[in-house]
């Protein structure tokens, strides 16, 4: 800007550092974005998986596209999936009949608390140890208990990383089935 | 109401690219009535958007759950501030907010500006239009408030509670007026590249709003901190949270531009240096946003939805390349009136000033991507945490203090060496003088005790820019002090109100060094009539009490504060609250204890109490802080907002002169706003 050099002028190498600057900033932010994409879970297809019951029989995700499903995580030892298997159970009744599957999916847990917890609020919905906590890990969670809710597309139309309420395990059950 | 809502929102699109595209044409062409009819079409989507805000509250207020955004965000039980604060509760909502903020700068500007700066205006007019139809694009494409869900629930999801308290109300609002504030100094500084009017007429257009913008940013920054302390119970104000140090990226580019104009203003250089400022503090703004909707970064801020990143990201990238290439062109017009003529002057302390306040904007921004970057080169994402931030942030902003002293001693244009060292005398003795008080009084760490005396040398010059100036005009008039100083004040306002902003921010600077420096914590586990100590004070466990209403479950933990002497001081309650609705979320309750015979506990330090767990056994965990000085950093915000006021008040000196419209406005009329 001040004196004309005779190779670069001063005005054109300030000018290019800060595109260049401007440029690679943007760069970094867009590949920062699409390192993110993936990850989302809602709104792509649900990941697939196998789950042996606690009962013996196997259920695949993907044998139940026609139907809404809803995936709960669980564990005998979390103190807020207490609170809400009851809510669980009595959605699971009420929409049974109506073109909903519901699956537990008890994650890092021992197979007697297991039992006893599912004996103790008479959870009689399809559900089976994570082993090797694959599933999981696939759905990316954090914590339990965490529900997703799959759309009869096979999608994932809803997650919610907290125990649900009444309210809101209804509400979108209803929301899919009218959908 | 939803229909209606979103064909607002669609008509508003419309209005804003026709309006943009009216202005820039008309003013190409020079065809006024196609600008007029750009004006109104500004004038148009203001309209349109703020109807399809009062249609999305009256929506919450009467629980219209068909409409998605009104269920998730908000239920029945909800008092009604909270109902119209959930407006910008979630994403689409606020973006809707920010967009009709928006749109009432823009239309402000172009109304109030009608007459004035023919030249600039239909362009500033134009760039606003172009940023709002970006916004509205988002809203009609991509987050649709009004999206109706197929169904209607019973009742809605309610708000998330650490949103439901006064200080969220006015948080948002406050901070969205600072990052969408800065869109109108920024859309003068396109309008004078466009136009090729780049003298300072732009920056003294924008003066105002540049302070206004800046202010509620300050207010923002401040607020959020407080909110924090008081509202999220860990017994800090800044985490160095990525979403916190947006805000506060634009405020530094912001504070580093509203220094190097006064430069421009009085001597004609530093003016790419200004545009370069206002095209980084805007896109700063809008990389604030952008991080908080595209979950870019991991935040406690963030919203869930991130569909919006993108196309976010091709708007900064269009904004920043696009400014900045409007920048280049006008690169060589742009050549400074004067040159730098000496080191020891106070543009270079300016300048100075400028590149450390840059410095803090780099090393904060670089901190705050690095999560980002290292996934990109590494594949593996590591968060840079508030350690690193202290350490590279805390010499800057010492050397920003001293600066700040520094640059008020030293005259325009040149300094003799001799004559600052004769000005330095006072102040640097009673920087000592209060480093050996500080000393005396146990303050030992070493970067406190430079800080604080820092702080007193800087305040110590402040002041005796108010003494030397009254006491000339005392001596000069014969007024009497209190006179002298008001109209000390009067005669220079912006300088003066800068001034007092300056004690402000050393007052602030005093809280941030001393709570930082001395924090003390405690934790206990306590049954009734069992006790802990902290830092002088004694605590007394003496059970819990109850609240419960339709909304929300309350515990307090009583217990009874009593100072090392054994003296009675009163009751702290904090609190554990679980709101119904989001049991998933309990909400810590911090209580700061003041007690009005304890004086420490008002002016000195932040008694601060929180309820970490109540067992069903009847035990608390308590954890206690006492906290040095945080209660500085508000006063230092309030001294600041006054500061800011006295700066943008209309001067006397230019009392308006009302003159007819379509008059000749008298040559030397006063045209600053």
């Not at chain 1, 519901?102 to 994650?107: C, K, L, P, V, W």
């Not at chain 2, 134009?126 to 991509?142: D, E, N, Y």
Request: glycine fraction near 8%; charged fraction near 15%.
């Amino acid at each position: 800007m001040v004196a004309t050099s005779p190779w670069v002028r001063p005005r054109t190498l300030a000018q290019g550092l800060i595109l260049a600057l401007a440029a690679g900033l943007i760069t970094l932010l867009a590949l920062g974005l699409s390192a993110r994409a993936p990850k989302a879970i809602v709104g792509n297809p649900a990941p697939e998986f196998e789950l042996e019951l606690f009962d013996g029989g196997v259920v695949r995700l993907s044998a139940l596209r026609g139907n809404v499903v809803v995936i709960n995580f669980w564990a005998s030892w979390c103190g807020p999936c207490r609170d809400e298997a009851p809510i669980l159970v009595d959605a699971w009744h009420a929409y049974r009949d109506r073109g909903v599957v519901f699956i537990g999916i008890d994650y890092v847990d021992t197979e007697p608390e297991a039992h006893a917890f599912m004996q103790e609020f008479a959870v009689d919905y399809p559900n089976g140890p994570d082993k090797g906590q694959r599933i999981a890990r696939q759905y990316q969670i954090t914590g339990v208990p965490e529900t997703f809710f799959i759309d009869r597309q096979g999608r994932v139309a809803a997650h919610y990383p907290l125990p649900l309420t009444r309210h809101l395990l209804i509400s979108n059950i209803e929301l899919l089935l009218t959908a | 109401m939803a229909d209606l809502g979103y064909i607002a929102i669609v008509l508003a699109m419309a209005s804003a690219l026709y309006a943009a595209a009216a202005c820039l044409w008309g003013q190409r062409r020079g065809e006024p009535q196609l600008v007029a009819s750009g004006r109104n079409a500004v004038f148009a989507a203001g309209g349109l958007l703020t109807l399809a805000v009062l249609l999305l509250v009256y929506s919450f207020l009467v629980h219209d759950f068909q409409i998605r955004y009104v269920a998730e965000n908000s239920s029945r039980h909800m008092p009604t501030l909270y109902l119209i604060t959930s407006l910008w509760g979630g994403h689409a909502g606020s973006l809707l907010f920010w967009t009709w903020i928006l749109s009432m700068f823009a239309t402000a500007v172009t109304y109030l500006y009608r007459d004035r700066h023919p030249a600039l205006l239909p362009y500033t007019s134009a760039v606003l239009s172009i940023a709002q139809s970006f916004f509205l694009i988002l809203l009609v494409f991509l987050a649709n408030p009004f999206e109706k869900l197929p169904f209607i629930p019973g009742d809605g999801l309610g708000l998330n509670p650490l949103l439901q308290n006064l200080g969220m109300a006015i948080h948002p609002p406050n901070l969205y007026l600072g990052y969408v504030g800065v869109s109108v100094p920024w859309a003068f500084a396109m309008a004078a590249l466009l136009s090729g009017k780049l003298d300072a007429g732009w920056i003294r257009a924008t003066r105002r709003w540049t302070l206004l913008a800046w202010l509620f940013l300050s207010l923002g920054v401040t607020l959020g901190g407080q909110w924090a302390y008081v509202e999220l119970g860990w017994g800090g104000y800044w985490g160095w949270d990525p979403v916190e140090n947006s805000s506060f990226l634009p405020w530094l580019t912001g504070t580093a531009f509203l220094h190097s104009v006064i430069v421009t203003e009085r001597r004609g250089m530093l003016k790419v240096w200004n545009m370069l400022l206002i095209i980084l503090t805007y896109n700063l703004a809008i990389f604030g946003a952008f991080v908080t909707r595209s979950g870019i970064i991991d935040s406690v801020h963030s919203f869930t939805e991130s569909s919006i990143g993108p196309a976010f990201l091709a708007y900064i990238a269009l904004s920043l390349i696009g400014s900045l290439l409007l920048l280049f062109r006008r690169w060589d017009q742009l050549r400074g009136d004067h040159q730098l003529e000496a080191i020891l002057s106070k543009e270079a302390a300016f300048l100075l000033n400028n590149l450390l306040f840059l410095g803090a904007t780099f090393a904060i921004f670089w901190g705050n991507i690095f999560p980002i970057l290292s996934e990109a080169v590494r594949g593996v994402k590591v968060t840079v945490g508030a350690p690193f931030f202290n350490q590279v942030s805390a010499p800057i902003f010492l050397a920003i203090l001293i600066t700040m002293g520094l640059g008020m001693l030293i005259a325009w244009r040149r300094q003799t060496i001799s004559s600052l060292v004769r000005s330095l005398r006072g102040p640097v003795s009673a920087g000592i003088v209060a480093a050996i008080v500080l000393w005396l009084m146990g303050v030992r760490l070493p970067p406190a005790l430079l800080g604080l005396s820092t702080c007193v040398f800087v305040g110590a010059v402040t002041v005796r820019e108010f003494y030397q100036g009254t006491l000339a005009r005392h001596r000069l008039t014969g007024e009497p002090y209190s006179v002298a100083l008001r109209k000390l004040i009067a005669r220079n306002q912006p300088r003066y109100g800068g001034y007092i902003v300056h004690l402000g921010v050393i007052l602030a600077a005093a809280g941030i060094i001393g709570s930082q420096a001395y924090q003390q914590e405690a934790q206990a586990v306590l049954g009734p009539g069992q006790a802990m100590q902290i830092g002088g004070y004694r605590l007394v466990f003496q059970g819990f009490s109850e609240l419960r209403n339709e909304n929300l479950q309350l515990i307090r933990a009583n217990l009874d504060v009593y100072n090392d002497q054994g003296r009675y001081l009163g009751r702290a309650e904090p609190a554990k609250e679980l709101h119904f609705v989001r049991p998933d979320q309990p909400m810590t309750e911090a209580d700061i204890f003041r007690a009005i015979g304890e004086p420490r506990t008002l002016f000195l330090e932040d008694l601060y109490l929180i309820l970490v767990a109540a067992s069903p056994e009847g035990t608390a965990t308590l954890r206690a802080f006492i906290n040095p000085l945080v209660n500085w950093i508000w006063m230092g915000a309030l001294i600041l907002i006054a500061g800011t006021a006295v700066a943008a008040w209309p001067e006397a000196s230019e009392a308006r002169v009302r003159v007819p419209r379509g008059a000749p406005q008298p040559a030397g009329s006063p045209t600053r706003f």
